[in-house]
């Protein structure tokens, strides 16, 4: 494999992800405030300055399970009754969708759910950016942003990527969470969102479209989509390295490439790997989170116009502290922008 640069490195990223997200100082709403390893994962921000998590529940909720957990709440840890806020965000949520016909009794069901509500917290710029699904499912963490935030301008489509952190490298893995069956156009977007995510997070872009076959030695249906999106995804970005098809082999393995897809830029040392469907991603990076022990950080929802993400619903502590991170830094970078 090629030599990693310093934020390529697992430990180096990670250090890279707690120093960024230190400097960029933002409060995250985690709605599953009572949930203990959001409840952990918070209190570990706290403590190492990652961000100010604002936890949505009852206190007394909240410093039970922390108390169950054999834990401190630290004082930078804000807990915010949801039953105490709710009602200011009806009239504008019944303003944001009022197209759809939305009543207000409507607008005050909905927020009734703390995804919702955590949603409305970072439309009206009370907090940076919303991380749940430890106990939610994707499509409830998502349908409020998508209904409320909205797209980023220029993007039409909202995808993910999982930075996974392998023993000597760190890869990027996309999409494996929410879009099931892309269409080429759709996976030449992904590929091209995902590899300016890798960038911004310090990785050097080198991209592999993943089939099941290699270059012209496979014919069908899914390879010639996979095919096309590279293609599409090569004409919109030429200052961005991207191949495919490839097998997963050829994308990694000097070896493999030499013989498969001589003379390609990417093959035999892809670090972003984009896969042709949902079904193909997430279990690729389940298999490779399970049965290599490799910590998985997201999955970081891209194309939003404010940073929402969610997480596995089997998701580790570390896996929320590095989301959380990574949700902090994303916030940064938008307002900069």
Do not use: W
């Amino acid at each position: 494999m090629t030599q990693a640069k310093v934020t390529d490195a697992p430990q180096k990223f990670c250090e890279f992800l707690t120093q960024k997200a230190h400097e960029a100082n933002k409060r995250i709403v985690l709605p599953e405030g009572n949930e203990p390893r959001t409840v952990q994962a918070a209190n570990i921000c706290a403590e190492k300055g990652i961000a100010t998590p604002v936890l949505l529940g009852k206190k007394e909720e909240i410093e039970n399970v922390a108390k169950s957990l054999n834990i401190t709440l630290n004082e930078k840890i804000e807990i915010v009754d949801p039953d105490t806020i709710r009602n200011n965000y009806v009239d504008r949520l019944v303003e944001l969708r009022k197209s759809k016909g939305l009543t207000p009794e409507d607008a005050l069901a909905l927020l009734q759910d703390n995804v919702y509500l955590g949603t409305m917290m970072i439309e009206r710029n009370e907090v940076d950016g919303l991380v749940s699904g430890a106990v939610h499912t994707t499509a409830n963490t998502i349908r409020p942003a998508l209904q409320v935030i909205k797209t980023a301008p220029g993007q039409s489509i909202v995808s993910s990527v999982f930075f996974m952190l392998m023993p000597d490298q760190v890869l990027v893995y996309g999409d494996c969470a929410i879009n099931p069956k892309p269409t080429s156009e759709e996976l030449s977007q992904i590929a091209i969102q995902s590899a300016d995510s890798a960038k911004a997070f310090g990785i050097d872009p080198k991209v592999a479209m993943i089939s099941y076959s290699t270059g012209t030695s496979g014919k069908g249906e899914d390879v010639d989509k996979v095919r096309d999106a590279a293609k599409l995804a090569q004409e919109k970005r030429p200052d961005l390295l991207i191949d495919g098809p490839l097998q997963y082999d050829a994308a990694i393995v000097p070896e493999v490439a030499a013989q498969k897809a001589p003379g390609s830029k990417v093959a035999g040392q892809a670090n972003v790997f984009i896969f042709p469907d949902l079904s193909c991603g997430n279990c690729t990076y389940k298999a490779v989170q399970r049965s290599a022990g490799v910590i998985s950080v997201g999955p970081m929802l891209q194309g939003l116009k404010r940073p929402v993400n969610d997480l596995s619903r089997g998701a580790l502590v570390e896996d929320i502290v590095y989301t959380i991170a990574i949700t902090a830094i994303q916030a940064d970078q938008i307002a900069k922008a």
